[in-house]
């Protein structure tokens, strides 16, 4: 099984910045699939970004409330995930949950190892 810590959460000002990592532990050495999910008070746990390596390249999607504005990357060597997030509003306020597994594919399929705590990003306005 594969065991996900996010951190990087806090509390910053609508415009500010905040990075998320993610790390994964366990079984880990078939991940290929990393992806980043928020879930605001009340609210569904929604996808926010998704990033599929395939050799040396990265295929990278996002939610389109985040385009432009969020970026994932991955150390694969680290079976790391970030999420810089720029331009930060209100309406990103949420907790920010890591995912992880392998896919044959080149679109985050859902969910395939159990969640973390995650990490909670409030955004004043």
Known sequence: ?????????GLVEAGGSLR????????????????????APGKSRDL????????????????????????????????TVYLQMNSLKPEDTAVYYCNAGFTTRLAWGGPMANWGE????TVSS
């Open 1 to 9: 099984q594969v065991q996900l810590v996010e951190s990087g959460g």
């Open 20 to 39: 998320l990592s993610c790390a994964a532990s366990g079984s880990t050495f078939d991940i290929n699939a990393m992806a980043w999910y928020r879930q």
């Open 48 to 79: 926010v970004a998704s990033i599929i390596s395939r050799g040396r390249t990265n295929y990278a999607n996002y939610a389109d409330s985040v385009k432009g504005r969020f970026t994932i990357s991955r150390d694969s060597a680290k079976n």
């Open 118 to 121: 995650g990490t909670l990003v």
